[in-house]
């Protein structure tokens, strides 16, 4: 029996390195995504990214996805995910998981006591765990990073 494709994979994994700050320009005036307002002429703080996304130094680590399976939750091959091992995965939550050896990303769904894998494209098919797979969830995702 053919095996069917779980996509996305998990292309690379990065660990956190935590240790030197970074701190960026951060301009604390919301932007309104309608019509413009006047300008603020003042730039109120330093933000720190990692201190902005990641709660978890010790558990987090980032993978770059390859696929195309999450697409309609704003996941992109290419993207880099923020993933949090800390965090305690919930139904609808979207994961990093290992199936049977393979990395995947997708939206865990927990209903009357079985457990799915959605995917957030029509393309591909809902997978759900049983008995015999070897299942972990490997962290829950917290940020996408994509460009434009």
């Known amino acids: 029996m053919k095996k069917p494709k779980i996509g996305p994979s998990i292309e690379t994994i990065y660990p956190y390195g935590a240790g030197e700050r970074q701190e ?3 301009f604390d005036a919301p932007i309104p995504a309608g019509f413009p307002s006047p300008a603020e ?3 109120d703080k330093k933000l720190d990214l ?3 996304l990641i709660r978890h130094p010790s558990a987090t680590f980032f993978v770059r996805v ?10 992109h091959s290419g993207d880099i ?4 091992r800390a965090q305690e995965p919930r139904s609808e939550s979207v994961v990093v998981a290992v199936i049977d050896g393979e990395l995947t990303v997708k939206r865990i769904k927990k209903r009357g006591g079985r457990i799915f ?3 957030e494209n029509p393309d591909f098919p809902v997978m759900e765990i049983l008995g015999g797979m070897n299942f972990e ?5 917290t940020y996408v990073i994509h460009s434009l």
Request: charged share 15%; aromatic share 10%; proline share 6%.
């Open 137 to 141: 969830v490997w962290g829950v995702v």
């Open 41 to 43: 002429d003042y730039l």
């Open 24 to 26: 960026l320009p951060f």
């Open 50 to 52: 990692n201190e902005l």
């Open 81 to 84: 995910l923020i993933v949090d």
């Open 117 to 119: 894998l959605l995917p």
């Open 66 to 75: 390859a696929g195309e399976s999450m697409i309609q939750a704003g996941i």
